[in-house]
């Protein structure tokens, strides 16, 4: 639910209720169906906004339930901190009306406007009035009321309220009754919820349709996302009417203190090159600074060496929760891969430092035929509409998947195959193409973090499959030796009852390589590996191998040393690998003293093994 | 006859064995079996396999397995044999499930390998007791043979006094150790594609007026009824006539049944009757009788070009008749010829096929 606001002074109210009464497709209140969306996506928004700013693990339900023929009473149940009683009224009958409206740091709420505007709709197409219950941790009662909107001024009227005694600590609840369509789809209620579920693992989600089906997302992260926090500009990419503003504006009497207090990572050392370089003098006045002054800044800024942006204002989901967000709303489709997810390091776009985050979802019940999925996101919202303008599906169909081993017809245009692309930007200030906040506009800093991202998740899907297409010819492999000749063999001796002959020179003949090949158990939290080399040569071979488990810590040899394994014997050693079992997808090996011809199984060692200790692969940023 | 088990070790059992103890990786080579690999032999006028081979090496874990699906064939025929079983080819596809990795995947590829074992050992289907699911067709007309029934005895039935409107039934092996054909009174053997017409020309008389022998062929013949046609032809002298829809499928039918089937071009010098002659409907038949009409689908279009590329329909009059269809894009069933009346087909259309010299192919 909105967020308990305290600072009236920071609010501003426009009267737009009459304005939005007749214009009500302006916030997307278009058709039944869609006023259904907004109004869980408003409501669940505002939810988890508020349990994140109080450390609250969120838990959801959301229900929809026929009330007659069109009408559909949606109601959202939240575990936040409740709001406060004297607020209700303007957070549910007032428009534009939050803090949110003007904070400059990330959140998910975009316009202020939304809940209200449901609330409006929902009284204008049934008449009904939307019920509201909160309670606050520090009130011994839940306060439930009725709510409905004065259009002409603007204003929340409470026709209702009581006090009551509710079985929880805190929380709040809304309930609308509007004309609504229930539907599913790409573009629906419901898969809002579950791409909400996706980048919000900390939340537990329960969601009950027209039908009475009930859904359960559960939190597969016990940890609350720490709240976003507001931060000072980064010198890059603003504007220079910004600058000026910002110096005429200031507390400083100073201009290096100017510097230093009210730009981000503008150190007192930063302070002095950037002085230095515009000639400007330290002790001079900021708020006198001149036209020219403020521009010699502005390339300064460019030519002193910053840190990155800081991004504690930023909060990405984060790789590891990313991959369990996916795991917990996609795994019904039995995806057989999920990447290592991407957090690029953060960019600047206007002064506004956002980062880009990426997870892809591979094969298993994921269709082969159609084109690959993708789920967008901004500031863990999910962006289900105008799927094509933004930058997102454009940055998709510019890269040439071919060599991802995916399918694309001309290497561009969004690519077919099982699987199910999920990037996320987050931001202070993410540029949109349009009001709606659906789309984000192509600017070419976040374009191309994007793309950097995708390409690195591309690169992790090409070395699953190639690693799965290995296995398979090392498996085709052993089938051959190991089952079908010397079945082959017997079938035909037992047919002559004759002996069985020797098969070693056939098999030889046959394979003629060293086999390198791993079985495994697993349990909770390791695996243990049993990796057996056989020797299908004619000569006594020699060799080294070195495992490389692809996460979690080896527990094991560093390498294994064979000397004169004779032909048709094998050797087998055995290691375990702690931190890792649930998609445990094989370990690598590598090996030297041999030539790779003789070898299958595993790839020669790197020259820069010992140099790049376990990390072999490198990530080449095109 | 050899000895049907002896063959079988002789051209697989042994040859594998024989490579393994050489320290060979084995191999089984073959004529590949499709239409590119088909050529005309001028001796008995039909179309048999060419030079080209297929050979599939346990090098590869599909020829192995391949080759250990082979093997497991011929136990499981030499078993039967032993016992003096006959199975069907469905039969032997679910006993395959007990073969681990010989097991066939499909009843395809069991039926395949049955007939690549037919290729492999010049020996047929039948001497290894396989035999495939459906029963035979019918036929009916004055003609007399002698079946062994279950007894072991011959039994004597005119196909014409001797049974009911069904006609016949033609059994799965109609080898001389199972049908005797002992005499005929018939000038001619007429063979019917769809049911439909086989009955009208029955319900009509036709076998008794114009004193021929009517096979129904169920569509694509199966074998035995390809080698019954063969031997009226041979042993009884009787020229063979073939009726048909008009369309791409039936000009198929017609060729297994004159010239050979691709599938079983390796016996195709005792399954075709090369004589054999096409009554209808042509495509011509269809203008000239002003027959209704079906237009041609996607798939007729594309079989009726795959027929233009078949070696077996290289001719003057196959050219003109697909050319002609293609033009028109239509087709027409034999019982179209119905528009005239139910009895203009045994009245009109089949007496001037038949008997007005000139007007055949």
Known sequence: MPKKTNEISRNREISISEFFEKNRHILGFDSPTKALYMTVKEAIDNSIDACEEHSILPDISVSIDKVDQDDLRITVEDNGPGIDPLEVASVFGKLLYGSRFHAMRQSRGQQGIGITAAVLYGQISTGSHAVVKTKQAADDVAYSFEISIDITRNEGIVHERKSFIWDRQHGTSVSIAMKGKYQVGRQSAFEYLKETAVVNPHMDLRFTDPSGKNFHFPRSVEVPPSPSISMKPYPLGLELGEIQQMAHQTQSEKMKSFLTSSFNRVSSNVADEILQKTGISPDSDPRELTASQARSLMNAFKEVKLMAPPTEALSPVGPEFIRKGLKSVYEDQHPSFYSRPVLRPPGVYNGNPFQVEAGIVFGGDLPVEENVRIVRFVNKVPLLFQQGACAITQAVSTIDWRPFGLDQKQGTGIPFGPMIVMVHVCGTKIPYTSESKEAIASVESISEEIVLALRQVGRDVRRFLNKRERRSQINEKFRLIRELIPAISEKASVLLEKPAPPIDPVIAKVANVILIAEEFKTTDDSVSVKCTVCNYTRSSRSLKIYPDPPAGELLGQKFYEITDLAPSLSYDFAFSIKGISKNYDGTDYYFTGIDPVFVQGAEPLPADWELGGMKIEEEVEE | ?361
């Open chain 2, 1 to 361: 006859m050899t000895d049907t088990a002896e063959v079988l070790k002789e051209k697989l059992i042994r040859r594998i064995y024989g490579y393994l103890s050489e320290g060979e990786v084995p191999f089984l080579s073959m004529p590949s079996r499709n239409k590119e690999n088909i050529v005309l032999d001028e001796k008995y006028m039909v179309w048999k396999y060419g030079d080209k081979s297929l050979t599939r090496s346990a090098k590869t874990v599909d020829g192995a397995e391949y080759i250990l699906k082979s093997l497991y064939v011929a136990g499981f025929i030499d078993e039967m044999l032993k016992g003096k079983k006959t199975s069907t080819l469905r039969e032997m596809y679910y006993i395959s499930e007990g073969w681990g990795p010989g097991k066939f995947h499909s009843q395809d590829e069991s039926d395949m390998q049955a007939e690549d074992l037919e290729v492999l050992t010049a020996l047929l289907r039948e001497d290894f007791g396989l035999r495939p699911e459906e029963n035979g067709a019918s036929i009916i007309g004055d003609v007399t043979i002698e079946e062994r029934n279950r007894k072991g005895e011959f039994k004597k039935i005119n196909c014409k006094d001797d049974v009911g409107d069904g006609g016949y039934t033609i059994p799965y092996s109609v080898e001389n150790n199972k049908l005797r054909l002992k005499e005929t009174g018939a000038k001619l053997v007429l063979a019917i594609e769809t049911g439909g017409m086989f009955d009208r020309l029955v319900e009509n008389g036709f076998d008794e007026r114009y004193n021929c022998v009517l096979v129904h062929l169920k569509g694509q013949p199966a074998r035995s009824t390809r080698r019954l046609l063969k031997r009226m032809n041979e042993e009884l002298k009787l020229p063979v006539y073939v009726f048909t829809d008009g369309d791409p499928w039936s000009f198929r039918i017609f060729a297994s049944v004159a010239y050979g089937a691709i599938k079983t071009a390796h016996i195709s010098d005792y399954l075709a009757v090369p004589t054999a002659e096409f009554i209808g409907i042509t495509a011509s038949d269809i203008l000239s009788y002003d027959l209704p009409t079906d237009v041609l689908t996607d798939k007729d279009v594309q079989a009726l070009n795959a027929e233009l590329k078949d070696p077996r329909f290289q001719t003057e009059f196959w050219k003109n008749e697909i050319g002609t269809m293609l033009g028109m894009n239509k087709k027409a069933e034999q019982q179209a010829l119905a528009k005239y009346g139910l009895d203009y087909v045994t009245d009109k259309y089949l007496p001037d096929k038949l008997f007005s010299p000139g007007d055949m192919m």
